[in-house]
């Protein structure tokens, strides 16, 4: 089988296509042919082991040789314990925290990892759901659910997270303030956001704007400016951002928070198989609709990791496994 794998920390260059023998899975594993994987902001951090955190496991060599961690595919061979699935089912998984592996014609991975795909939600669309939709799904619901009326900023919103996050926030009745480059406006709207913020030109915590709920995908102002943003009893939820406001977060925010009604943390993500039918029930309503800024045959997966790291996708970037 083909797959990109990569030996030592870099940029796209690093990594080779190469052809492997089929992996042959474990008692309790499954081996999924994949048909598309999705590319989130992890697959660029383990590949250039930065942040710093990334390397506390591997300092010196990545823990994992094939990225992709989000996938949809059909199962091809089961581990002789196996009695969930079967050869023929269609699946889709988050294997971040499996060894990855997405970037390949086939992966094993436990059969728990697992979660069935409706014939009507397309492989593509499955694929972006795992890790993206499911942090911004979190996100947006850590310590309580959203009301109807109240103002939610989306900081990064038209990424991959960020352009569910719009839409599960509207669908919940919320005031959206998406921030996010000027080019990526019209996409912004689109996905339902009633206002839009050009963060190279204007700060939205300096604007007198006050909010219910701040989710932040690519934190990099200070704590203190995300907290004289927010409204009484309002939530800031950090998702990604530089290693210097994540360590702010957690110990400044968290003081921040005891001494007054607005809380400040950070999103320890968590891999659930509810939340992921939760999404495809959305998709399937036609509630929830990924949007795919780019799709690349498996033979380009290298251009779609620059593309990853340039920041010149709008929504999810998608490899479509086979497509060559």
Same mark, same amino acid.
């Given at each position: 089988?083909r797959?990109?794998?990569?030996?030592?920390?870099?940029?796209?260059?690093? !990594?080779?296509?190469?052809?492997?023998p089929?992996p042959?899975?474990?008692?309790?594993?499954?081996?999924?042919?994949?048909?598309a994987?999705?590319?989130?902001?992890?697959?660029?951090?383990?590949?250039?082991g930065?942040p710093?955190?990334?390397?506390?496991?591997?300092?010196?060599?990545?823990?994992a040789?094939?990225l992709g961690s989000?996938i949809?595919?059909?199962?091809?061979?089961?581990?002789?314990?196996?009695?969930?699935?079967?050869p023929?089912?269609?699946?889709?998984?988050?294997?971040?925290?499996?060894?990855?592996g997405?970037?390949?014609?086939?992966?094993?991975? $436990?059969?728990s990892?697992?979660?069935?795909?409706?014939?009507?939600?397309?492989?593509?669309?499955a694929?972006?759901l795992?890790?993206?939709?499911v942090?911004?799904?979190q996100a947006?619901?850590?310590?309580?659910?959203?009301e109807a009326?109240?103002?939610?900023?989306?900081?990064?919103?038209?990424?991959?997270?960020?352009?569910?996050?719009?839409q599960?926030a509207?669908?919940a009745?919320?005031?959206?303030?998406?921030i996010?480059?000027?080019d990526?406006a019209?996409? !912004?709207?689109?996905?339902?956001?009633?206002?839009?913020?050009d963060y190279?030109?204007?700060?939205?915590?300096?604007?007198?704007?006050?909010?219910d709920?701040?989710?932040?995908?690519?934190?990099?102002?200070?704590?203190?400016?995300?907290?004289?943003?927010?409204a009484p009893?309002?939530?800031?939820v950090?998702v990604g951002?530089?290693?210097?406001r994540?360590?702010?977060t957690?110990?400044?925010g968290?003081l921040?928070?005891?001494l007054?009604?607005r809380?400040?943390?950070?999103?320890l993500?968590?891999q659930?198989?509810?939340?992921?039918?939760?999404?495809?029930?959305?998709?399937?309503?036609?509630?929830?609709? $990924?949007?795919?800024?780019h799709?690349? $045959?498996?033979s380009?997966?290298?251009?779609a990791?620059?593309?990853?790291?340039?920041?010149?996708? !709008?929504g999810?970037?998608?490899?479509d496994v086979?497509?060559?």
């Amino acid at each position: 089988m083909r797959a990109w794998t990569f030996e030592r920390y870099g940029e796209p260059d690093v !990594m080779r296509l190469r052809d492997l023998p089929v992996p042959q899975p474990a008692r309790d594993e499954v081996r999924v042919r994949v048909h598309a994987t999705s590319l989130n902001a992890s697959d660029m951090e383990f590949l250039r082991g930065k942040p710093a955190y990334i390397r506390i496991n591997a300092p010196f060599r990545p823990r994992a040789s094939i990225l992709g961690s989000d996938i949809a595919g059909v199962v091809e061979a089961v581990g002789r314990d196996v009695t969930t699935l079967r050869p023929g089912d269609a699946v889709l998984a988050d294997l971040m925290a499996r060894g990855w592996g997405g970037l390949a014609e086939q992966v094993c991975a $436990p059969a728990s990892s697992w979660v069935r795909k409706p014939d009507d939600v397309p492989f593509d669309d499955a694929a972006c759901l795992p890790q993206a939709g499911v942090v911004a799904l979190q996100a947006l619901t850590r310590k309580g659910a959203l009301e109807a009326g109240q103002r939610v900023a989306i900081n990064g919103a038209g990424g991959g997270s960020g352009s569910f996050a719009i839409q599960l926030a509207k669908r919940a009745g919320a005031q959206v303030t998406a921030i996010d480059r000027a080019d990526k406006a019209e996409l !912004m709207v689109a996905l339902g956001a009633d206002h839009v913020v050009d963060y190279l030109k204007d700060d939205f915590t300096a604007g007198g704007a006050r909010f219910d709920l701040i989710v932040d995908f690519v934190a990099h102002r200070s704590i203190f400016d995300y907290r004289r943003a927010l409204a009484p009893r309002g939530r800031y939820v950090m998702v990604g951002g530089s290693v210097p406001r994540l360590l702010q977060t957690v110990t400044v925010g968290a003081l921040l928070s005891c001494l007054g009604s607005r809380q400040m943390g950070l999103l320890l993500h968590e891999q659930r198989a509810t939340d992921i039918e939760t999404l495809l029930d959305l998709c399937r309503d036609g509630h929830l609709v $990924p949007h795919i800024g780019h799709r690349f $045959p498996l033979s380009q997966a290298d251009e779609a990791l620059r593309l990853l790291i340039a920041g010149g996708s !709008m929504g999810k970037i998608v490899v479509d496994v086979v497509r060559d």
